[in-house]
């Protein structure tokens, strides 16, 4: 019997989502063995987007789940599984409910078949919908606080493409050239789906993808004109291309072979220098001091949830300690490694505490206060003189991703 069409994309669907709860894997790492088997290319898009978009609801599709049960299925059920990617497709990709049938139930061959089809089948009949904004985990929205249903109401859509340009003096013109918004000189905005490859300014390397709160903490830094600047934990590598294209002279230090490769990749696409080191930076050790030091440190991601809406399932109290604990080592290395004068950034795409404020408030060195006239509109550094931005934040032009920011400068 022929298979449905698109069975192979829910199977891998199925097994991103598997990966992610059973195994805390996140969606990039899982992606290229879940999809193994699915040739086509819209079909790996469509497996990324169903698992997507059930994560990203997920607390929401199992209240319907269980409102729709007598005994409630065990979590990790496969039933369950397979109805929270059926619903995902009905009611967030606007599958017709007759072709989610078709592809679903086969993902419960040998299984409760039954059980499955009755419960959408009664969904289906009740019309039932989705919140305005997701639900949270409930370690999560503690996490949060207040600010989580602001938070979640930004997490309702995937984001929308941003790029940062080599040089924010044609903002302008690239702006007529790929008919985008811009938020600040040097960033354009797209709607979510452009072929980044195909689009005008791609090949000559005129600009990068790069998430708006993403492209900040290098600005902060500043024209380099011809100073020294260590960008810690570089690849893949946005932040070195913005250092090099303000004039810093650029020394960019990653662990990770594969994410320098791209790193190099993007240099050479985009015409830019930077010396590349492939080194651990807690055994490390310069031949001489920066005149600045970008310290974009590894983190729990959270603050990135738009597009990767599997931080909100697999990351707890221990990932977020044991993050804490290395930029708190990190940071200690970095200040050693300033020039007297010398200004440090560092910044996390992290919406949880621990990761920011707490880290900024062990550095000990003067705070150089971010100043509004250096943010884009909407967007305001706090009282003592950091920046934290989330997803709720600039909702009218498409939100942004969470990170902390924060500056010093060195005593002279």
Known sequence: MAQPTGIHARRAALRLLDAVLRRGETLDIAFAGATKDVRKFEDKALARAIAGETLRWLVDLDALIDSATRKALPHDAKARMVLRLMLAQWLRLETPPHAVVATGLDLLAGG??????????????????????????????????????????????????DLTLRDPAQTAHWQVQLSADSLMPGHLRLPRGANVETLPGFAEGAWWVQDLAAALPARLLGAGEGRHVLDLCAAPGG?????????????????????????????????????????????WEPRHQFDAILLDAPCTATGTARRHPDVLHRIGARQIGEMADLQSALLDRARGWLKPGGTLVYATCSLEREEGEAQATGVPLPVAPITPEELPAGLAPTGEGWLRTDPGMLAEHGGLDGFFVARWRAKG
């Not at 594969?258 to 015409?271: E, F, H, Q, S, V």
Request: no cysteine; charged share 25%; proline share 8%.
């Open 239 to 283: 932040k070195t291309l913005q250092l090099a294209a303000q004039g810093w002279q650029v020394t960019a230090l990653d662990i990770s072979k594969r994410r320098l490769d791209l790193l190099k990749a993007n240099l050479k696409r985009t015409g830019l220098k930077a010396n590349t080191v492939r080194a651990d930076a807690l055994t």
């Open 112 to 161: 409760p078949r039954r059980l499955a089809h009755g419960v959408f089948s009664t969904l289906t009949k009740r019309e039932a919908a989705l919140p305005d904004r997701p639900g949270l985990p409930e370690d999560v929205a503690a996490r949060w606080g207040e600010g989580a249903p602001s938070i979640a109401a930004g997490l309702a859509e995937p984001p929308p493409l």
